[in-house]
């Protein structure tokens, strides 16, 4: 019986000094990344503070509506439509209402409002004498699948005149639902622990990464099928609404001086054109930059301010009504 107590006094201690260690380390993580200088932290808060378990499953999650927050050093606030920027006013009279759905680079993790792709379309074609707003459909970890969805769920009653669809690699990817585990949702230590662990044994390069692509795009995969169902519905909704519709290309920025992934492009251009949109490639645009021109931080391979700017300007000559009159 005394074996018996002792063992249980041992475990007891065990436990209990587990229990300090790990809340001493979560104390001292949050200390550590209170500077808002760690990438997947900052993307596990956006998680937290910005999002909510959406009962669509096609979505898995969605944004929250009239909430801010500042995330890596960014206030990025959530209007009444969850969309990123101020509260949507009138549709311009006589005017466009151009709306962009994408994931996170759309939505301009890292960037400020100010200097997204969104709102510097805006200011360009504004400049340019058009009666445009252009609001802010992105939401990280999105993929075709999810911002098609969302969009019919949320966002076709804001009725735009155009939509531009800002397509990235992993939009055809087939995304698990996320968000189960209580203590990846509300520790930070767990956060690191898992993805040290992935990080060690998950590790992709280049080729790897190219190879990666080439499965998920192949015809019969699963994301794809999905992201062709997806993107021929809004296609099917844009013509029954005359509404001008746009795919816009985005590269991955981790190599742009040799660039591995022109495949997913030209599939893309393909799919584009085969559904009825407008193919916009930025590859261009950015071609040539080195990965410390363009991230939105060391560690955070989003495009920064100059990428949005450099994005926003591949775009505009495209969408501009004012020059395709010009041209006629």
Partial sequence: MK?????????????????????????????????????????WRYAKELKHKSPDP?????????????????????NEWGLRGSPVGARPADGRRMLLLGGSITLGWGVAEPDTVALQLEKRLRDAGEKVQVLNGGVGNYNAERYVSRFFRKHAELKPSD???????????DLPPGGGNFLLRNSQVAVTLWIAYHRLFDRKGEQSLVEHYRKAYEPDARGFQV????????????????????LAMTPDVHNLVDYKLGFVHDIMREVAGELGYT?????????GRRPEELFAMPGDPHPNALGHQLMAAALFPVVSRTVVQASR
Avoid at 229 to 243: D, F, G, I, P
């Fill in 163 to 173: 939509i531009v669809v800002q397509y990235f690699l992993r939009d055809a990817e």
């Fill in 58 to 78: 096609a979505l898995d999650f969605d944004h929250v509506t009239s909430k801010s927050a500042v995330l890596q050093g960014i206030d990025i606030r959530l």
């Fill in 227 to 246: 992201m062709k169902a997806k993107l021929k519905e809004l296609a099917e909704h844009a013509r029954a609404n005359e509404v001008r519709i746009f």
């Fill in 279 to 287: 193919y916009i490639d930025l590859l261009p645009a950015l071609r």
């Fill in 3 to 43: 074996g018996v107590r002792n063992t249980l006094a041992s475990s007891l201690v065990a436990v209990l000094s587990l229990a300090v260690a790990f809340g001493a380390g979560e104390l001292l993580l949050r200390l550590k990344n209170s500077s808002m200088t760690n990438y997947d932290i900052e993307m």
